[in-house]
């Protein structure tokens, strides 16, 4: 069970998504206004976070259902459902129908005018016009060879054991390594897992989550331990576990998948955080079907760090380091350089 937990998070979503679609009634009214309340009661009653978010979802339906009527077009119907959506401030929620797809503007504004990378500073002075590429990852050594340096940037791109094996061997006399996680949306969250079993794992806690279980809003299961990978690491690796330190970068656009890798980073004491908030998006999306065949889906579940927090708005880093302008017009990306100065002064 153990292992499986990341897994099992990602199927429940999908269970519940496919069982509405089975079982919606054909009969149900597909007029405007039934379709609007039919997502606002669906909201209200499966959504996870309304008092994180700071949401009054009665206020949002007073709102917007005024500007529903049942001889409005589907664009102007689309356009009011969206925003009832948009009000949740959630990455995780769309709206889905055959001519748009409706996305959470105040999120991805953070992600793209918040971001705290510079890539050509990376490519051209960190990583080079040299650097290499294993797999969904890019790297090379900094700092006279001392530190590794490692860029991922999306957790859609899957990452093997073998591509690991690689970099640890080739990297085995660095004093440390730097993996970049800024801007890196999220994905498939079993990639997390395949990263941390580089790390002298013994099956501890890394955090902690629970679903939407009744109409209330404060009605969620109770809390489930999510836990490391307990499987005899030389099973896995031909290398020894890593034990050196590792710092992880992260920004505003380190979202979904990428922010639940930085809070599974507090059960490890030789990996610390680097960079700025992460963008949040640690609930785990259910999907439906509206009844004019429009589908949505937001979250249905909650995660609580090993601290207690939760971090849905942003994982906090251990060390906040912004990109100076004046150091990135010199090629210098001192988020970068405060991740090697703490690894060389382990």
Known sequence: MK????????????????????????????????????????????????????VDWDSVYEVYRPKVYDDMDSDSLFAV????????????????????????DSVYYKMYAEKNIDANVVILNYLTINYHTT???IHNAIRNG???????????????????????????D??????????NGGGNIENIRILLDIFDNHGQPLYY????????????????????????YADIFAEPPYTKPVAVLIDRGSYSATSFFAICTFGYD?????????????????????????????????????????????????VRVLIDPESTAQGIDNVIEAAADWILNY
């Open 81 to 104: 459902c969206a925003a009832i959506l948009n009000t949740l401030k959630d990455g995780h929620t769309n709206l889905f129908s055959a001519f748009d797809v409706s996305h959470n």
């Open 174 to 183: 660095c004093k440390g390594l730097i993996l970049d996680l800024r801007q």
């Open 135 to 137: 797999g969904s990852l």
């Open 270 to 318: 030789n990996v610390k955080l680097f960079g700025d908030y992460s963008g949040g998006g640690l609930g785990l999306p259910n999907g439906g079907g509206l009844p004019n065949g429009w589908t949505y889906r937001f979250s249905i579940t909650r995660t609580l760090a090993l601290d207690g927090g939760n971090y849905e708005n942003g994982v906090p880093p251990d």
């Open 146 to 172: 001392e530190v590794a340096y490692i860029r991922y940037s999306s957790f859609m791109d899957n990452v093997t054991v073998q591509d690991l094996e690689y970099l640890l061997n080739r990297y085995k």
């Open 3 to 54: 292992k499986s937990i990341f897994a099992l998070l990602i199927l429940v979503g999908f269970a519940c998504a496919s069982c509405e679609r089975a079982f919606m009634n054909d009969a149900e009214p597909s007029n405007p206004v039934n379709v609007f309340d039919y997502l606002w009661n669906k909201v209200d009653q499966q959504y996870s976070f309304f008092d994180i978010k700071g």
């Open 209 to 232: 989550t629970q679903i939407k279980s009744g109409p209330e809003h404060d009605a969620f299961t109770d809390l489930t331990t999510v836990y490391a990978d307990s499987t005899n």
